[in-house]
């Protein structure tokens, strides 16, 4: 499993409002799980640091890192998207959220 790749959000629950799953965990980790963030398309009222902002099939979508989610690798089938220009907002998010 490759960190900031795309996928389908399985979670039926939330896939309606959450069409899309961000897979943020370090790749060193191998749990059997995945840490992901929820995707959906994007508003003017996204709060930008907490959120990563990116294009995905000619919309616009946000990643929101305030709703993480643990999923089992098995749910994460085929990747939609690689999103590897993401990783220094990322870390400047994470960093924003978590590291005083």
Known sequence: MSRLNLYNNHLLELAE??????????????????????????????????????SYAGE???????????????????PLAQLDHLKAALTNAVDFIFVD
């Open 17 to 54: 409002s959450y069409p899309y799953l961000l897979d943020i965990q370090n790749n060193q980790m191998q749990t059997g799980t995945r840490i992901v963030a929820l995707v959906r398309k994007s508003s003017c009222s996204d709060i930008s640091i907490t959120s990563l902002k990116f």
């Open 60 to 78: 616009q979508y946000s990643a929101s890192l305030l709703d993480l989610f643990t999923v089992s690798e098995r749910n994460l089938t085929v």
